[in-house]
């Protein structure tokens, strides 16, 4: 019997939830979630490392490691080859902004 999988602290729902190519006419899409959809805000956006991004999200860096390389095989998939994607679902709690004294939760600012 496998471990129950640990719920993800993001900080905010994502503003924008659909991406899609200018033109797309076809039904080609993916789905990211909002824990991918954290990984990439917190490691590309803010430049945390992995284990920065971990603490924050209450995860081992492990896990997001696997998180954040399933997410940008998913974007660069859908910029390649003109795919929409949307962000949906996923196991995470939103953060209520009073996580830590090293979060950088931006319902703190």
Do not use: W
Not at 68 to 92: H, L, P, T, W
Request: aromatic share 6%.
């Amino acid at each position: 019997m496998s471990r129950p999988q640990r719920s993800r602290r993001v900080c905010a729902e994502p503003a924008h939830r659909i991406f899609k190519p200018v033109g797309m006419t076809d039904a080609k899409s993916e789905i990211l979630t909002v824990d991918e959809y954290e990984t990439i805000r917190l490691i590309d956006y803010l430049n945390m490392t992995q284990a920065q991004c971990a603490e924050q999200m209450n995860i081992s860096r492990t896990t997001v490691t696997e998180i954040y390389e399933r997410a940008r095989f998913k974007i660069a998939d859908c910029i390649v080859n003109g795919k929409q994607f949307s962000i949906s679902g996923g196991n995470y709690n939103v953060c209520n902004g009073e996580a830590s004294s090293s979060c950088s939760c931006i319902l703190k600012k």
